[in-house]
């Protein structure tokens, strides 16, 4: 059955792309690597796949990819019972991130309630070790008024992660980690203060274990989750998942941001499961190019919408574009076939 599915999802993007972009032909590779797939990416067990993050398994020499394993397809879950419970989900690469395969759940060794939900995985790598920061709440629940909170937990294989701490932060309700290496070496942490109407702040920290938070509000001009931290073209870039596309903030300082005039993947896209709103990216920047990986709520395309149908509005779908500079904006074509051949970073 599952090769059925993804012959047909194969056959239905191939279709589409020579319908919209004749000037590919057949050609599945370029200059610029493999032909990416579209969707780049379905979760095999609750077709949930959310809050994606890739990084290079070093040891096996894949590309992995973590994502939010949310219970899309599971019935009879009131409210929004569907989004906890949730472990985090695995899929791997061997082509440089053109085509992924599902590979596993987190060995994720902190489950101290009885019912438990991790949501939002961030990895980063550094001196040999893989750090995660991974939003925890502690139970499962049908509605939002609970405490969740990030914690710190560390690998040698991305597969099994040890818990190190839990964050002392601004608040009990902090979510969707994002930690990025400043030039002076240290590490900043940017997240969602959900207590202060869903503004980003942010912690530092010399080594990714001891951390001080800011208690200071660096974006809060709207509402907002997942914030994604990275520099490209020589300046500092902040995506944010405003509910209506993706805001764009640039800084020169990673503290004062400044919001560009348009969302991007506000509009959408003509693609297999594209056709929604971009939501909760990572931004892989590879040598001069940068890749974005988002996911969509495909099924509300079709006008699914929460009592509808559940089984269709609560499905997602991983995607990839490329990111473009011009005037010193950041724009994306989703809709512009994408080649790909992710390169390992150097050692850390």
Request: hydrophobic share 35%.
């Amino acid at each position: 059955m599952k090769i059925h599915i993804d012959l047909h999802s194969y056959l239905i993007s191939a279709v589409i792309a020579l319908l919209l972009f004749p000037s590919i032909g057949f050609s599945q590779k370029n200059s610029n690597g493999n032909l990416a797939a579209k969707p780049l990416f379905h979760d095999p067990v609750y077709d949930g796949a959310a809050d994606p993050t890739v990084i290079w398994n070093r040891k096996e020499k894949k590309w992995f990819m973590f994502y939010t394993n949310r219970r899309a397809s599971t019935p009879g879950l009131d409210g929004v019972t569907w989004v906890h419970g949730t472990r985090i989900g695995i899929a791997e690469s061997s082509d440089g991130g053109a085509s992924w395969k599902y590979r596993d759940t987190c060995n994720i060794r902190y489950r101290p309630d009885a019912g438990y939900t991790h949501w939002a995985p961030e990895v980063v790598e550094n001196k040999g070790t893989y750090h995660m920061f991974l939003t925890y709440v502690p139970g499962v629940f049908s509605n939002w008024s609970h405490p969740r909170w990030i914690i710190h937990l560390t690998s040698k294989n991305l597969v099994d992660w040890d818990f190190q701490s839990k964050l002392q932060l601004a608040s009990e309700k902090c979510i969707d980690a994002c930690v990025f290496r400043l030039p002076d070496g240290t590490w900043r942490m940017y997240y969602n203060n959900e207590a202060d109407k869903k503004s980003m702040y942010f912690a530092d920290s010399p080594d990714l274990y001891t951390w001080t938070d800011s208690s200071r509000k660096v974006v809060g001009d709207q509402g907002g989750e997942g914030p994604n931290v990275f520099f490209w073209k020589g300046i500092a870039w902040m995506a944010v998942d405003n509910w209506n596309g993706l805001g764009i903030y640039s800084s020169g300082d990673f503290v004062t941001w400044k919001r560009q005039e348009k969302n991007i993947l506000q509009e959408p896209g003509k693609g297999p499961d594209d056709g929604v709103k971009g939501q909760h990216p990572d931004i892989v920047v590879n040598g001069d190019r940068a890749f974005i990986i988002y996911f969509t709520h495909f099924g509300q395309a079709k006008g699914y919408l929460g009592v509808t149908d559940f089984s269709q509005s609560r499905r997602s779908a991983i995607q990839i574009a490329e990111l473009e500079y011009a005037d010193r904006q950041i724009v994306c074509d989703r809709d512009k076939p994408v080649f790909v051949n992710l390169m390992p970073p150097p050692r850390k």
